[in-house]
């Protein structure tokens, strides 16, 4: 299908639950992805902080082809042995024991409610339902996710909305030891806020978030859809924090692009769920289960993430100075690679216009560009980035344009 006519019948025959860009891409190789008409991009948003092995890395290619011919999908009726291995791994290098799998980020996020709920009420009584989360997260679509993240724009629509539900502000402590009362079930953290503009939670407010919840026996949920998987530099950008939670949620980069997600959770909590409580058709089937446990080997060898940690460190800091050479006020934001740069109402013209040149980036928050390179980036594909990134902010031509 010609471009023009995919766009036509896709605005014909798809939900409009996207604003998309007026391309197609159709195949990958490492950090660079082309579209239907042979045009290359340097993919710094890897599908949303899903790629982040980068594209047809031949080792998943070799696990998916593997799989694909052995079993793909049993039920969660029968013991699958990637699904257990997976479990292994994923609590080998957690602080977790036990892991529930699904195939979202939202997903994940709705079964950490759930167990959130019943663990309360198991252990405390009724009353201690409440879920807060933080103004300005974000947590999932679903109707229980889409409460949960903090954002209005989102909840408008869609009344009525579950309840059960409250805000904090972010990093304000003294505002979270009230919020957190003897109703509240569980409290979400992303520790890097995403989608909501690429903030990194305080210290001082994890520490005092992870205090609150010990004193008051509420569980503390790290919501690690995207800051998770290496993203940060870390395996978990917890560990970055030293700070513990009780649950946490997984997905995106988990399978490089094979959906699946999964709730990990330690001591009781991880006991909270028995057969019928909860379940997923497709959780963890056989070959989603079987990439992520390629996924985990090649991010826990020892090289791997320190390898992120000096790649990212170098980055933010060239897109610091970038900035500064730009004449951009904002500072950047974030932890390994997963970095912001506010830039004002003018996000969206120049993500538009690094496609144009070859770049491909996001913008969240309405005004922060977001910068989420394949984990496996090379120094000169960061350069590249760089240099179009340096054309756009300057208005100067650079090579790669149409
Ligand atoms: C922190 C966080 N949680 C949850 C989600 C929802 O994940 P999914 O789109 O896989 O349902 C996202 C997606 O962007 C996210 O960034």
């Given at each position: ?40 991009y ?11 092995l ?29 699904q ?12 977790a ?11 994940a ?10 663990y ?17 997260s ?59 503009g ?63 997600g999964?709730?990990?959770a ?35 060898q ?18 610091g ?82």
């Amino acid at each position: 299908m010609e471009l023009a006519e995919l766009m036509e019948t896709g605005e014909q025959r798809l939900m409009r639950t996207y604003a998309r860009l007026p391309v197609a891409l159709c195949r990958g190789e490492g950090a660079w992805v082309w579209d239907t008409e042979g045009k290359r991009y340097l993919d710094f948003v890897t599908g949303l902080a899903v790629t982040s092995l980068g594209h047809a890395h031949p080792e998943i290619v070799r696990v998916v082809r593997e799989q694909a011919g052995l079993l793909l999908h049993t039920s969660n009726l029968y013991w699958n042995e990637p699904q257990t291995r997976l479990a292994k791994a994923l609590t080998d290098h957690s602080f977790a024991d036990k892991a529930f799998f699904c195939n979202s980020g939202a997903e994940a996020n709705e079964g950490a409610i759930k167990l959130a709920r019943k663990y309360a009420k198991q252990n405390y009584g009724p009353h201690k339902t409440k879920i807060i989360s933080l103004r300005g997260s974000f947590h999932g679509r679903t109707l229980a996710t889409l409460t949960a993240t903090g954002q209005d724009k989102y909840h408008r629509d869609y009344e009525p909305l579950p309840a059960g539900f409250a805000y904090a502000e972010r990093d304000d402590a003294a505002a979270l030891e009230e919020i957190l009362d003897g109703q509240t079930a569980a409290l979400f953290l992303e520790p890097v806020l995403g989608e909501g503009g690429v903030f990194p939670l305080s210290r001082e407010f994890m520490l005092a978030a992870r205090n609150i919840c010990a004193k008051k026996g509420i569980l503390l949920v790290f919501d690690e859809v995207q800051s998770g998987m290496g993203r940060s530099g870390y395996l978990f950008a917890h560990e970055a924090y030293g700070v513990t939670p009780d649950v946490m949620t997984l997905a995106k980069a988990l399978g490089n692009g094979i959906p699946i997600g999964a709730v990990l959770a330690r001591g009781q909590a991880a006991e909270t769920f028995a057969p019928g409580d909860h379940a997923s058709t497709f959780g963890g089937n056989l070959l989603a289960a079987a990439v992520a446990n390629k996924v985990v080997e090649i991010m826990t060898q020892a090289d791997f993430l320190p390898q992120v940690r000096e790649k990212s460190a170098w980055f933010a800091a060239e897109l610091g100075k970038l900035a500064r050479k730009a004449g951009i006020p904002g500072q950047v934001r974030g932890m390994g690679f997963m970095l912001g740069l506010p830039v004002g109402e003018s996000g969206p013209r120049l993500v538009e216009e690094c496609r144009r040149r070859g770049l491909l980036l996001n913008c969240v928050g309405g005004d922060t560009l977001r910068f989420l390179p394949p984990l496996t980036v090379s120094r000169a594909e960061m350069e590249t980035a760089l240099e179009i990134l340096a054309g756009v902010l300057t208005g100067r031509e650079t090579a790669g344009g149409e």
